[in-house]
């Protein structure tokens, strides 16, 4: 079957660096999607794979290794903006989206 | 019009009516989504069209209809509410079924 796993819960200190790990299996791969999720509000486009190695975008960076089934989120300089929930979604061979249940980030000051 | 918008954007509804959840998206974006997320639980795909009139279903289809008549609309219909589809819905967008979906802003939904 198709599944995407990514830790519940995170909690890292402000300025700090933080990386959040998803593993995928899914039929066919066509990239590994990163939103991020405040709450109450919707999902927003973070960062897109789908070649090996490391995508940097800012203090956010995203890294996929397709042999291993496994990418990160490594978002840097943590500010207590970034408190929210981090979705992890892989595209399967019908270019539909598998989602992670999401990984809540708590930013402590 | 900025993106996209839903409506309404949260509603309280008893079991056994019908209900509409209206999507609407000015960016000429082909293919559309719907969503729900439920505590615990990663998005899950409902129904979806890559193109205008065409739609599919997604993972969790059973209770809900959508169509496609135009580029812009994507309603999502649901015939007989049943307290299992509290949920927060999203529609989504992308350029090309392959693309970045990006999503508005939710329809908060209680059956009771």
């Known amino acids: 079957g198709q599944n995407i796993d990514q830790p519940t819960e995170m909690t890292a200190t402000e300025g700090a660096i933080v990386q959040i790990n998803c593993t995928y299996q899914t039929s066919g791969f066509n990239g590994l999607f990163w939103y991020q999720q405040h709450a109450g509000e919707a999902p927003t486009f973070l960062s897109y794979?789908?070649l090996d190695g490391l995508e940097e975008k800012g203090r956010f960076s995203s890294f996929l290794s397709r042999s291993k089934g496994y990418s990160y989120l490594l978002l840097k300089e943590l500010q207590m903006k970034d408190s929210a929930s981090y979705l992890c979604?892989?595209?399967?061979?019908?270019?539909?989206?598998?989602w992670g249940a999401g990984t809540k980030l708590i930013i402590k000051p | 019009i900025a993106g996209i918008t839903q409506a309404p954007t949260s509603q309280i509804l008893a079991a056994g009516r019908r209900m509409t959840l209206r999507c609407t998206q000015d960016m000429r974006h082909n293919a559309m989504y719907w969503y729900r997320q439920d505590l615990g639980l990663g998005l899950r795909l409902i129904h979806y069209s890559n193109t205008a009139g065409t739609t599919g279903k997604g993972e969790v289809p059973d209770g809900y209809s959508v169509s496609r008549a135009n580029t812009d609309d994507f309603p999502l219909t649901l015939a007989s509410a049943v307290p299992s589809q509290t949920s927060v819905y999203f529609c989504a967008s992308s350029i090309r079924a392959r693309e970045t979906q990006y999503f508005g802003p939710g329809t908060r939904l209680l059956v009771l």
């Open positions: 979604a892989a595209m399967d061979s019908n270019y539909q989206l598998i």
């Open positions: 794979n789908v």
